[in-house]
């Protein structure tokens, strides 16, 4: 029986004498019985507790001569179909031929009264190892028997070695040993298969000379931290020595601290430029990003995965690893409870056996001050995308919050209504003391104004790894020195202070620079300037040329960049299916080097306020949809307008009534309000999507505008005769006259919209001249109408200075619109009788009005002739002679 332990060694041999097996020995080959290892828990008070069962083949010897040995393999050990633990194990099962048992083999060695060793053929072959564990320190270790953890020391446990730590006097206020290194020497086995695991376990000095355990953990695999110390060749990350955050010292780097290359150039920064411009053009989306690229402006590494997932980086643990540890045991349905941290690493390298031969150099040397330290953190929250839906819509309004030890921020006032990817743009400044906060957590919750608001997910981040790390996680490093602008300088040392220390850590020469900043040698190798921005375009924001080389040297010893990382969320409910992930960053400066440099600014771009000015003024060659009461081709048009994504504000002319020719006269102005972002090129719509939303939802759409020609009809629907969609960012050219108005000056059907003479109503502030409208017949484009229009941008500001009124309603102005000068013929028919008569009837029946009148004065004249004819003659027969 072992006490104590939870990974026993027994190095024993159980031999079972006389086991009778009836049946054929080929069949024993073919199919040996199962060997049933047992293992039980010994209680002082009651009984042995069942702990689980391994089961083993036995290796079949028919003939025990044959020099022929089994492989310890680890089995699993199992109780209620799940694995409790691993046994390293072998079994023979050997033919009794003779009765006396002189046909097999001799016995292992025995141990002590009666029990037999593992056999040398068997036992791994083992050789004296040197261990060096870096006890870091504790984190977040919780009680136990009602009370909290102290003064706890760490206890490490490797192949039957035992080494002890110092005990931390004070946890809450120092979580670190006050001596961080320890070394035993221990008999490892050469495979690593066979290499007993790590037992680490944290004992709390209590009261009265109690000393409990109170967590513990259990490294199996021991190959990642296996080294050799001889290794001449080093590189970023396997050394543990002084931080590359140490304060810097005098340095032989000598330059002047100028000022940015063209400052009156710097001062007018383009409005368009911000740092959305440049995530923009760091993600491949060019038509977001404006004119950034051309300016010779930075871009950022954008990592799909979280920072400590990048392989290069290895995992941000290449100073020290957290250990979970673990305490007593758990139900059959429940996980084990995580009750604390343990923050260290190993280096596992061979010792020779001879004591003359020099003892390798030890790994641990030159670590960095172990006393905690108060931090500023700043927390960049860029976008969630792929949100699991929290409301019956099947979105969520998410919000941020952040918690970093006792500090919590709750962003709930900020909350994005009615969407799964919302776009936050927000930072938030805390300063902690690490290491006892280290653990920064980022969670999303759903907004409900009725009912309490649901997490949506959660990520946790270790800040005490990424500034501990060698590859400078804590801030990274951009592409080039800027003294202003977008891409300024954040952090607390220069680069040529951050070469210094690194310089430092890795045990190199110090970098010398000459030429004036031009030239600089490090680490055996000479760097010019020239080599980096040799046929680069310079922006007006770098700084001194020695700082610039400076960093693009740093840039190539394998530093964190800068960058945004994609953080996974996950949720208590349901721990292993992904909630959604975060883009974002996280930048830690310690106080103690001084302030550093200035935020960056991620506010959402917000949309300015611009008015869209059209003016409809004529139209021509509209087709002639209806026929009048006479016969007569014509229509009764009038133009209707709105702004893609704006439909409810659509706005429509007066009707030109009767036009014969397809001509139309307006003068009437639709003014379109809208908001835009102009680096974007982007409108921005803020609606409800149901009357019952509580709140807006925001699109995005690029400014189109689409004018549609309509034939009014009063006792039946409108007929629509045709339209065109002029796209804001690139309209089409107008034509000068309506003759020169065509099908030829719009895109090919399926084609590039930007295909043809174009231009940015945006730049250009307004236009005018004759655009065509088209409609779609038996599948082929024709041509429906031309509208002689102009079109203005006006801003905000220029509204208040040149205010207009819609249609030719007051203010009328800018320009004043007349009434338009309409034929005679244009009214509507049924409202004016007597124009009516004297434009539709008269002027198309004159000849056959004169004509019946003429026609209805001779059949007067007829009739009365006839009926006078008889009297006149009767009178002349019986008077003839009556004069």
Same mark, same amino acid.
């Given at each position: 029986?072992?006490k104590?332990?939870l990974?026993?060694?027994?190095?024993?041999?159980?031999?079972?004498?006389?086991?009778d097996?009836?049946?054929?020995?080929?069949?024993?080959?073919?199919? /040996?019985?199962?060997?049933?290892?047992?293992?039980?828990?010994?209680?002082?008070?009651?009984?042995d507790?069942?702990?689980?069962r391994?089961?083993?083949?036995?290796?079949?010897?028919?003939?025990p001569?044959?020099?022929?040995?089994?492989?310890?393999?680890?089995y699993?050990?199992?109780?209620?179909?799940k694995?409790?633990g691993?046994?390293?194990?072998?079994?023979?099962?050997?033919?009794? !031929?003779?009765?006396?048992?002189?046909?097999?083999?001799?016995?292992?060695?025995?141990?002590?009264?009666s029990?037999?060793?593992?056999?040398?053929?068997?036992?791994?072959?083992?050789?004296?190892?040197?261990?060096?564990?870096l006890?870091?320190?504790?984190?977040?270790?919780?009680?136990?028997?009602?009370?909290?953890?102290s003064?706890?020391?760490?206890?490490v446990?490797?192949g039957?070695?035992?080494?002890?730590?110092?005990v931390?006097k004070?946890?809450?206020?120092?979580?670190?040993? =006050?001596?961080?290194?320890?070394?035993?020497?221990?008999?490892? =086995?050469k495979?690593?298969?066979?290499?007993?695991p790590?037992?680490i376990?944290?004992?709390?000095?209590?009261?009265? +000379?109690?000393? /409990?355990?109170?967590?513990? #953990?259990?490294?199996?695999?021991?190959?990642?931290?296996?080294?050799?110390?001889?290794?001449?060749?080093?590189?970023?990350?396997?050394?543990?020595?002084?931080?590359?955050?140490?304060?810097?010292?005098?340095?032989?780097?000598?330059?002047?601290?100028?000022?940015?290359?063209?400052?009156?150039?710097a001062a007018?920064?383009?409005?368009?430029?911000?740092?959305?411009?440049?995530?923009?053009?760091?993600?491949?989306?060019?038509?977001?990003?404006?004119?950034y690229l051309?300016?010779?402006?930075?871009?950022?590494?954008?990592?799909?995965?979280?920072?400590?997932?990048?392989?290069?980086?290895?995992?941000?643990?290449?100073?020290?690893?957290?250990?979970?540890?673990?305490?007593?045991?758990?139900?059959?349905?429940?996980d084990p409870?995580? &009750? +604390?941290?343990?923050?260290?690493s190993?280096?596992?390298?061979p010792l020779s056996?001879?004591?003359?031969?020099?003892?390798?150099?030890? %790994?641990? #040397?030159?670590?960095?001050?172990?006393?905690?330290q108060e931090?500023?953190?700043r927390i960049?929250?860029?976008?969630?995308?792929?949100?699991?839906?929290?409301?019956?819509?099947?979105?969520? !309004?998410?919000?941020?919050?952040?918690?970093?030890?006792?500090?919590?921020i709750?962003?709930?006032?900020?909350?994005?209504?009615?969407?799964?990817?919302?776009?936050f743009?927000?930072?938030?400044?805390?300063?902690?003391?690490?290491?006892?906060?280290?653990?920064? $957590?980022?969670?999303?919750?759903?907004f409900d104004?009725?009912?309490?608001?649901?997490?949506?997910?959660?990520?946790?981040?270790?800040?005490?790894?990424?500034?501990l790390?060698?590859?400078?996680?804590? #801030?990274?490093?951009?592409?080039s020195?800027c003294?202003?602008?977008?891409?300024?300088?954040?952090?607390?040392? @220069?680069?040529? %202070?951050?070469?210094?220390?690194?310089?430092?850590?890795?045990?190199?020469?110090?970098?010398v *620079?000459s030429?004036? +900043?031009?030239?600089?040698?490090?680490?055996?190798?000479?760097?010019?300037?020239?080599?980096?921005?040799?046929?680069?375009?310079?922006?007006?924001?770098?700084?001194p %040329?020695?700082?610039r080389?400076?960093?693009? *040297?740093?840039?190539l010893?394998?530093?964190?960049?800068?960058?945004t990382?994609?953080?996974?969320?996950?949720?208590?409910?349901?721990?292993?299916?992904?909630?959604?992930?975060?883009?974002?960053?996280?930048d830690?400066?310690?106080?103690s080097l001084g302030? =550093?440099g200035?935020?960056?600014?991620?506010?959402?771009?917000?949309?300015?306020?611009? *008015?869209?000015?059209?003016?409809?003024?004529n139209?021509?060659d &509209?087709?002639?949809?209806?026929?009048?009461i006479t016969?007569?081709?014509?229509?009764?048009?009038?133009?209707?307008?709105?702004?893609?994504?704006l439909?409810?504000?659509?706005?429509?002319?007066?009707?030109?009534?009767?036009s014969?020719?397809?001509?139309?006269n307006?003068?009437?102005?639709? &003014?379109?309000?809208f908001?835009?972002?102009?680096?974007?090129?982007?409108?921005? &719509?803020?609606?409800?999507?149901?009357?019952?939303?509580?709140?807006?939802?925001?699109f995005?759409?690029?400014?189109?505008?689409?004018l549609q020609?309509?034939d009014?009809?009063?006792?039946?629907?409108?007929?629509?005769?045709?339209?065109?969609?002029?796209?804001?960012?690139?309209?089409?050219?107008?034509?000068?006259?309506a003759?020169?108005?065509?099908?030829?000056?719009l895109?090919?059907?399926?084609?590039?919209?930007?295909?043809?003479?174009?231009?940015?109503?945006?730049?250009?502030k307004?236009?005018?001249?004759?655009?065509?409208?088209?409609?779609? @017949?038996?599948?082929?484009?024709?041509?429906?109408?031309?509208?002689?229009?102009?079109?203005?941008?006006?801003?905000?500001?220029?509204?208040?200075?040149?205010?207009?009124?819609?249609?030719r309603?007051?203010?009328?102005?800018?320009?004043?619109?007349?009434?338009?000068?309409?034929?005679?013929?244009?009214?509507?028919?049924?409202?004016?009788?007597?124009?009516?008569m004297?434009?539709?009837?008269?002027?198309r029946? $004159?000849?056959?009005?004169?004509?019946?009148?003429?026609?209805?004065?001779?059949?007067?004249?007829?009739?009365?002739?006839?009926?006078?004819?008889?009297?006149?003659?009767?009178?002349?027969i019986?008077s003839?002679?009556?004069?």
């Amino acid at each position: 029986v072992l006490k104590s332990t939870l990974n026993p060694t027994w190095d024993q041999s159980l031999i079972f004498n006389d086991i009778d097996i009836y049946g054929d020995p080929q069949d024993l080959v073919r199919n /040996p019985p199962n060997v049933i290892i047992e293992i039980f828990d010994e209680d002082q008070v009651g009984k042995d507790e069942f702990l689980g069962r391994c089961v083993c083949p036995p290796m079949v010897k028919l003939n025990p001569n044959v020099d022929e040995t089994p492989k310890l393999l680890w089995y699993p050990i199992k109780t209620g179909g799940k694995n409790i633990g691993e046994l390293l194990v072998s079994a023979e099962l050997m033919l009794k !031929d003779k009765p006396d048992g002189s046909n097999l083999p001799i016995l292992p060695p025995v141990r002590g009264a009666s029990l037999y060793m593992v056999p040398h053929g068997i036992r791994p072959v083992v050789q004296l190892t040197g261990v060096e564990i870096l006890t870091w320190g504790l984190r977040n270790m919780k009680s136990y028997q009602l009370a909290s953890v102290s003064s706890p020391s760490l206890i490490v446990e490797c192949g039957g070695e035992c080494v002890e730590s110092a005990v931390i006097k004070n946890l809450k206020k120092n979580p670190n040993f =006050p001596c961080s290194v320890l070394f035993m020497k221990v008999l490892l =086995p050469k495979e690593e298969m066979y290499a007993p695991p790590i037992i680490i376990k944290v004992i709390d000095h209590r009261p009265f +000379g109690r000393k /409990p355990v109170v967590g513990q #953990c259990t490294i199996y695999s021991l190959q990642k931290y296996r080294s050799d110390p001889f290794a001449q060749k080093e590189t970023v990350g396997t050394q543990s020595k002084a931080s590359l955050l140490s304060t810097a010292h005098e340095c032989v780097i000598d330059m002047d601290d100028q000022k940015p290359l063209l400052e009156t150039q710097a001062a007018k920064q383009d409005e368009s430029i911000d740092w959305w411009s440049k995530f923009y053009a760091s993600i491949g989306e060019l038509d977001r990003c404006g004119g950034y690229l051309q300016k010779g402006y930075d871009t950022l590494k954008v990592y799909d995965k979280e920072l400590e997932n990048v392989p290069e980086f290895k995992g941000l643990t290449d100073f020290c690893n957290t250990f979970q540890l673990f305490r007593g045991k758990q139900e059959d349905d429940e996980d084990p409870s995580v &009750v +604390g941290e343990f923050k260290g690493s190993f280096k596992i390298y061979p010792l020779s056996d001879d004591p003359s031969v020099e003892q390798p150099p030890r %790994q641990f #040397c030159e670590l960095p001050d172990s006393v905690p330290q108060e931090c500023i953190v700043r927390i960049y929250i860029i976008r969630a995308i792929d949100l699991q839906p929290k409301d019956n819509n099947g979105k969520c !309004d998410p919000y941020v919050k952040i918690s970093l030890g006792k500090k919590v921020i709750e962003d709930r006032d900020n909350y994005i209504p009615n969407t799964l990817t919302p776009l936050f743009g927000r930072m938030f400044e805390l300063t902690c003391i690490l290491p006892t906060e280290k653990d920064l $957590k980022i969670a999303l919750y759903d907004f409900d104004l009725m009912t309490r608001d649901e997490k949506v997910g959660e990520t946790v981040i270790d800040l005490e790894n990424r500034l501990l790390s060698r590859f400078a996680s804590y #801030c990274g490093l951009p592409q080039s020195y800027c003294m202003s602008g977008v891409n300024t300088w954040r952090d607390q040392l @220069k680069p040529s %202070q951050l070469l210094q220390n690194l310089a430092k850590m890795r045990g190199v020469s110090p970098p010398v *620079v000459s030429d004036n +900043g031009k030239k600089l040698q490090y680490n055996g190798q000479e760097y010019t300037l020239s080599e980096f921005e040799n046929n680069q375009p310079l922006n007006d924001h770098l700084g001194p %040329q020695g700082e610039r080389l400076a960093l693009h *040297v740093l840039r190539l010893q394998g530093l964190v960049p800068e960058h945004t990382e994609m953080r996974t969320l996950f949720s208590s409910f349901q721990p292993n299916l992904p909630q959604g992930k975060l883009q974002m960053w996280v930048d830690i400066f310690p106080k103690s080097l001084g302030p =550093p440099g200035p935020p960056f600014d991620i506010t959402p771009r917000k949309p300015k306020k611009n *008015v869209l000015r059209c003016i409809i003024w004529n139209t021509s060659d &509209v087709i002639l949809d209806e026929k009048s009461i006479t016969g007569e081709e014509m229509s009764d048009v009038y133009i209707k307008g709105w702004m893609a994504g704006l439909e409810d504000q659509k706005q429509k002319t007066d009707v030109h009534y009767r036009s014969m020719g397809g001509e139309g006269n307006f003068n009437w102005r639709f &003014v379109f309000p809208f908001e835009f972002l102009p680096a974007e090129q982007l409108c921005v &719509v803020s609606k409800k999507e149901h009357f019952w939303s509580l709140d807006n939802t925001e699109f995005r759409i690029p400014p189109k505008l689409i004018l549609q020609i309509w034939d009014n009809d009063k006792f039946s629907m409108d007929d629509y005769l045709g339209a065109i969609e002029l796209d804001l960012n690139s309209t089409i050219s107008p034509a000068k006259t309506a003759k020169g108005c065509n099908l030829s000056m719009l895109p090919e059907k399926g084609g590039d919209p930007k295909a043809g003479k174009t231009a940015s109503l945006f730049s250009q502030k307004s236009m005018r001249g004759w655009w065509p409208c088209t409609q779609e @017949k038996d599948g082929k484009r024709i041509l429906a109408g031309k509208i002689e229009m102009s079109l203005e941008i006006v801003s905000e500001q220029e509204v208040e200075e040149r205010p207009a009124g819609k249609g030719r309603d007051e203010p009328n102005m800018n320009p004043k619109l007349e009434l338009p000068n309409r034929p005679a013929t244009s009214f509507l028919w049924f409202t004016s009788p007597c124009k009516t008569m004297k434009y539709i009837i008269w002027r198309r029946f $004159k000849w056959v009005f004169i004509g019946l009148i003429i026609l209805i004065f001779v059949v007067l004249f007829l009739a009365i002739f006839f009926y006078s004819l008889p009297n006149y003659l009767s009178m002349r027969i019986v008077s003839p002679f009556n004069g």
